[in-house]
């Protein structure tokens, strides 16, 4: 099975309506990051979570670190259209390579204006 | 602007032909990564350099061949044993240390005539 599972899978939410995607890891989370791409383009960095409890915000977007869940949420607020894209976590294990990351599949949002 | 540099942005490959994919960065980064993504697919780790002529093989290593002769420079050749090249190859880089971000190029996308 999946190191890291992301839900839902895709998401299609009208504008200016709250959402909130969730990324759930099977292991002990070293660091969990967050990334945004668009269809065809590379992967555009977020936010880094680190310790449990810690919450981040970029603009509408803000993501918390439940640690006894080994669970990261990202919501977003106030969705636009400049929100639509593919949402990725990625999961720093220790042990793994201080340096590897596993990403989830990703979800897939779709803002209707 | 500091930023990592892929080319090109798309590739064709004829079958038993190796092709190589570039990846620079002006962002004074030690490592470097190079991963691989397919439709509905997280991302897999190909090989990463934590620094310059030193690589290591991540989880998805055969069928290709890196170097990293400079710290700016990690190319990626796809070999002729790579039996399924087709995808999208996003190359990325990070300061070294642990839980650092990783900084994304905007991908190759390489497909099989």
């Given at each position: 099975?999946q ?28 660091g969990l990051?967050?990334y945004?791409?668009k ?17 981040k ?13 080994q669970?990261?949420s990202?919501h ?34 779709s803002?209707?204006? | ?23 620079e ?19 897999r ?8 002529n ?24 796809v ?35």
């Amino acid at each position: 099975s999946q190191e890291l599972e992301q839900s839902p899978q895709s998401l299609i939410v009208q504008e200016g309506k709250n959402l909130t995607i969730n990324c759930t890891s099977s292991k002990t989370l070293y660091g969990l990051y967050w990334y945004k791409q668009k269809y065809g383009e590379g992967l555009i960095f977020l936010m880094m979570l680190q310790k449990g409890g810690e919450e981040k915000s970029h603009e509408k977007i803000t993501a918390k670190l439940d640690e006894k869940k080994q669970q990261s949420s990202l919501h977003i607020t106030a969705s636009q259209p400049s929100h639509a894209g593919i949402y990725l976590c990625g999961a720093a294990y220790s042990g793994a390579g201080s340096y590897q990351l596993t990403f989830g599949k990703g979800t897939k949002l779709s803002v209707i204006p | 602007d500091g930023g990592i540099t892929q080319s090109p942005k798309y590739l064709f490959r004829k079958e038993g032909q190796n092709v190589t994919l570039s990846c620079e960065q002006n962002l004074n980064h030690d490592a470097m990564y190079w991963y691989r993504q397919d439709p509905g697919q997280g991302l897999r780790l190909i090989y990463y350099s934590q620094i310059v002529n030193d690589f290591q093989k991540g989880d998805i290593a055969e069928g290709y061949s890196v170097s990293r002769e400079k710290k700016e420079s990690f190319p990626l050749t796809v070999t002729s044993a790579q039996k399924n090249p087709t995808a999208f190859y996003l190359c990325a880089s990070s300061i070294t240390g642990q839980r650092q971000p990783q900084h994304f190029g905007d991908g190759t996308r390489l497909s099989i005539l």
